[in-house]
């Protein structure tokens, strides 16, 4: 099974966005109101806002684009987290 169509929906600067945001959420003190299971479903709504912002136009592959940018944020969030703390998952 090929999966290399996903790589044509990353849009680096919605993910770096959506990560800056994410990192920002659950780091900030007043923002502890926000429940950490709801990041990935924010990160998918702002990703498909900023994959349209950034395209400047609205379609479905893009809004998908920007969804699928959003929550690789996430992931990548994660990634980062267990290197630098050595976790495992």
Do not use: R
Not at 1 to 20: G, K, R
Not at 36 to 50: C, D, E, K
Not at 63 to 89: C, D, M, R, Y
């Amino acid at each position: 099974m090929n999966l290399s169509f996903i790589t044509d929906f990353y849009m680096p600067i919605v993910v770096l966005a959506c990560l800056c945001i994410g990192f920002c959420i659950k780091h900030i003190s007043w923002l502890d109101a926000v429940s950490n299971q709801y990041i990935p479903t924010i990160m998918l709504v702002l990703g498909a806002v900023f994959g349209c912002i950034a395209s400047k136009e609205i379609a479905f592959d893009i809004i998908v684009a920007g969804a699928v940018s959003g929550l690789a944020s996430t992931g990548l969030h994660q990634v980062f987290k267990q290197l630098i703390n050595n976790e495992t998952p």
